[in-house]
């Protein structure tokens, strides 16, 4: 496939939308959150839409099938797939479209399955209800687009149940469901967030080869600027549910025109704060630890150390290990061997044998914050908990305390202490989750990938918020993250896993400065550059290493 503004325009439309207005239900008031929007897209042509949380990215994608969430309308326009017009067809006409011809793969693959089903299951049932497939030739299919998307033994993956496989094993589970039918038509909502760099080049270049290959039209929405300019002919750029500048994706990667556009591609500029003057006696300490789940080995002998007032990045990955050693350090999955110290004082392998005091002293902050809150829970609640718990504020205390937390996380608590998490943005729901976590007053935080499901404006943010709060509160994280970039904003020292077992560990510095060792420099080598042309150069390169050492070992 050639990509990035590559001539479609011999190409028929596939799509088209015009003058699209979305508006979504606010109390009983209705607002206008996509205003006047105008979508073209050709059969194997790759269309970007980028832009920071709430710029209506999503909303458009999902109103590509005539579709709008609950609370919200799709108010004024046509939409128009393959010359049938979906916004005057029956409900019945679009339920055959829609799983069929034009496919959903969702940013959350933990919210979209059914768990009380297999993976195959919820593969075939699309494509053998509608009668494209029989059960055989679909389960087949389903084999056979495991493989290609590099999930681990495709035969049998399918039988797992979701919960019995990783979030990034899970996001590629759904982008093969999305293929089932071979739709016309794939949105592509975030799909490579969970994700770590190593498998995220293998999962593009197959989205790649599927549209080519079926010369399927797509619509790519991410807020990663160097992923998308891997996958887009053209891009889109959304603010507030407008149109801020639209051109082919070499051009408005090397001159963009919009000052917002500008802004966008500027925004990886965050360093945290240097360090503080640390304790000599570590924080935690975690020491030699073994650990399986079953029978199954998945940590090997393990040590590192965190100081107060010091941020550790743990990289590697999926199934390296990383947020199985954050369970061990809870308590959520004792250790085989070796132990786990706070503060030079060991802890028990589990967490109901540990104290009320030693369970406040280590919190999480996790990645999905829509799956993290409950959502019938309102922010005093979801903020108060911890806080009754952990320290027995009560009454008018506890009341002024979340208030305290709120404006530490800098909202404002009149606005959002009553409120709702479906009432709150991806980035404000973060921040939330922050703020239960402080509400414990711990000494650690476990950070796991709290900022890969943000666009790179909220990312930034979270970061300096928690880079301000580990200045006052001389907090110690652990940063569980598949982001290099993100790495090198936040962390003072940094720990590398391959399949259970440290690597390679020091100083970011160190770790970042030739030479690595192997795994670091295949990891340090995946993470996208903002050049168009860097996926196919980096696919050349490993595919000419790859005949070259088969050429040696013959």
């Known amino acids: 496939m050639s990509t990035n503004g590559k001539n479609n325009t011999g190409n028929e439309v596939l799509l088209e939308m015009r003058g699209l207005w979305i508006e979504g239900q606010v109390e009983d008031d209705w607002q206008e959150i996509v205003k006047g929007i105008d979508v073209t897209l050709r059969r194997g042509e790759v269309l970007g839409l980028i832009g920071e949380s709430g710029a209506g ?5 999902l109103a590509a099938m005539a579709f709008a969430r609950p609370g919200c309308r799709i108010s004024g326009g046509t939409i128009v797939f393959d010359g049938v017009d979906l916004m005057a067809a029956s409900e019945y006409k679009k339920r055959s479209v829609r799983g069929v011809r034009i496919a959903y793969v969702a940013q959350s693959a933990a919210a979209a399955f059914n768990p009380a089903h297999q993976l195959i299951d919820q593969f075939v049932e699309s494509p053998v209800q509608h009668g494209i497939k029989s059960r055989s030739v679909a389960e087949a299919d389903a084999k056979d687009l495991y493989k290609q998307l590099l999930l681990p033994d495709p035969d049998n993956i ?3 149940y979701p919960h019995q496989v990783s979030g990034g094993q899970l996001q590629r589970a759904m982008t093969a469901m999305a293929m089932a039918c071979q739709p016309d ?22 989205i790649r080869d599927i549209v080519d290959q079926f010369n399927t039209g797509a619509i790519y929405i991410t807020h990663d600027l160097a992923v998308v300019a891997q996958m887009a002919d053209r891009i889109m750029v959304l603010r507030y549910g407008e149109l801020v500048e639209e051109a082919d994706t070499r051009t408005i990667m090397s001159d963009p025109r919009a000052d917002y556009t500008k802004t966008l591609w500027a925004v990886r500029s965050f360093r945290k704060t240097a360090a503080q003057q640390q304790d000599p006696t570590p924080l935690v300490t975690v020491d030699h630890v073994t650990a399986a789940y079953g029978d199954i080995p998945v940590l090997h002998d393990i040590s590192f150390e965190i100081h107060a007032g010091l941020t550790v990045a743990v990289v590697g990955e999926s199934g390296s290990g990383k947020s199985t050693a954050a369970r061990v350090i809870t308590g959520l999955l004792p250790p085989k061997e070796g132990r786990v110290l706070f503060r030079d004082e060991e802890l028990p392998g589990n967490y109901w044998k540990r104290s009320k005091d030693q369970l406040r002293h280590a919190q999480m902050i996790y990645q999905m914050p829509d799956t993290a809150i409950n959502p019938r829970q309102r922010i005093r609640d979801i903020i108060g908990r911890p806080l009754t718990f952990y320290l027995g504020l009560r009454g008018k205390e506890l009341d002024q305390r979340i208030r305290a937390l709120l404006e530490m996380i800098e909202l404002d608590p009149s606005q959002f202490i009553e409120r709702y998490p479906a009432e709150l943005s991806g980035g404000q729901k973060q921040r939330i989750c922050i703020a239960r976590a402080l509400a414990a007053e711990p000494d650690f935080i476990i950070c796991d990938e709290v900022t890969s499901a943000l666009d790179q404006l909220v990312a930034e943010e979270i970061l300096k918020l928690l880079d301000r709060l580990q200045q006052e509160l001389n907090l110690g994280y652990m940063f569980i993250t598949h982001d290099l970039a993100t790495v090198r904003a936040i962390a003072d020292e940094v720990v590398v896993m391959l399949q259970g077992e440290i690597v390679e560990q020091g100083s970011k510095d160190e770790i970042f400065t030739p030479p690595h060792h192997e795994y670091t420099e295949l990891l340090l080598s995946s993470v996208p550059e903002m050049d168009p042309d860097w996926l196919d150069r980096v696919l050349q390169q490993r595919k000419e290493k790859d005949v070259k050492a088969s050429a040696q070992m013959s």
């Open 158 to 160: 399918g039988y797992r």
């Open 57 to 61: 990215k999503s909303t458009i994608g």
């Open 185 to 206: 038509l794939i949105v592509f909502d975030e799909p490579t967030t969970a994700l770590d760099v190593t498998t995220q080049i293998e999962v593009l270049a197959t």
